[in-house]
Nanobody, 120 residues
Framework: VQLVESGGGSVQAGESLTLSCTGS????????LAWYRQAPGKERELVAS???????NVADSVKGRFMISRNRAKNKVQLQMAEVRPEDAAVYYC???????????????WGQGTHVFVSS
């Protein structure tokens, strides 16, 4: 599946931002959709994930501020970011992993990433 992220940009600390990821195939058919991020000099880390059965996992560092959701009609997965902090600045990546139950293909696809800059 081809994934394309959008919605990144520059925000002030405390503001909100929504990232979107659209897929070339039906995202709802894939086991797990997730958002990761990678800050300069750091390893890529999981931010939030949602399974095909709508189980959600959110990293402790963003719990209570970020939420992942899916829009079936628009075939996209979003990351709603609230109360953004300078330490949230990173490149955010969309990931689709696991079985695609429509095609039978095992996926582990990544988008190209979208930058989030946070000024204090």
């Amino acid at each position: 599946v081809q994934l394309v992220e959008s919605g990144g940009g520059s925000v002030q600390a405390g503001e909100s931002l929504t990232l979107s990821c659209t897929g070339s195939e039906t995202l709802f058919a894939i086991d797990v959709l997730a958002w990761y991020r990678q800050a300069p000099g750091k390893e890529r880390e999981l931010v939030a994930s949602i399974t095909k059965t709508a189980n959600i996992n959110v990293a402790d560092s963003v719990k209570g501020r970020f939420m992942i959701s899916r829009n079936r009609a628009k075939n996209k997965v979003q990351l709603q970011m609230a109360e953004v902090r300078p330490e949230d600045a990173a490149v955010y990546y969309c990931n689709a992993k696991g079985k695609n139950w429509l095609t039978g293909i095992e996926e582990d696809s990544w988008g190209q990433g979208t930058h989030v800059f946070v000024s204090s």
